[in-house]
């Protein structure tokens, strides 16, 4: 099983911009689709992002299309998200996922299989 690690978060103020990286080990990485996700206080943890293996494909959500970028470095073995043009409304807990089904990305957190142990973004307006 992949261990996923986040790392990259932090304070920022609106309009700003932060880079979070994903770093996995432990099983083939390169080839699994990968996904961000958020946990805002109280609400439930939603889909933010999802790349496939290749990198070829990526999906966002609507809140964040235009402003986050997802991507990935085979040989770092790492996945990040690009976040600009950041609002109070991004702010929580982002956690980064493995997938190891093969296929289309997935956008629904039970359907993803390794979790990484988050990392906090706060944006302050």
């Known amino acids: 099983q992949a261990q996923l690690v986040e790392s990259g978060g932090g304070l920022v103020q609106a309009g700003g911009s932060l880079r979070l990286s994903c770093a996995a080990s432990g099983r083939a990485f390169r080839i699994y689709n990968m996904g961000w996700f958020r946990q805002a206080p109280g609400k439930e943890r939603e889909w933010v992002a999802a790349?496939?293996?290749?990198?070829?494909?990526?999906d966002y959500a609507e809140s964040v299309k235009g402003r986050f970028t997802i991507s990935r470095d085979a040989a770092r073995n790492t996945v990040y998200l690009q976040m600009n043009s950041l609002k109070s409304e991004d702010t929580g807990a982002y956690y980064c996922a493995a997938d190891y089904k093969f296929g289309r990305l997935r956008i629904k957190d039970s359907e993803y299989d390794s979790w990484g142990q988050g990392t906090q973004v706060t944006v302050s307006s």
């Open positions: 790349i496939s293996g290749s990198g070829r494909d990526t």
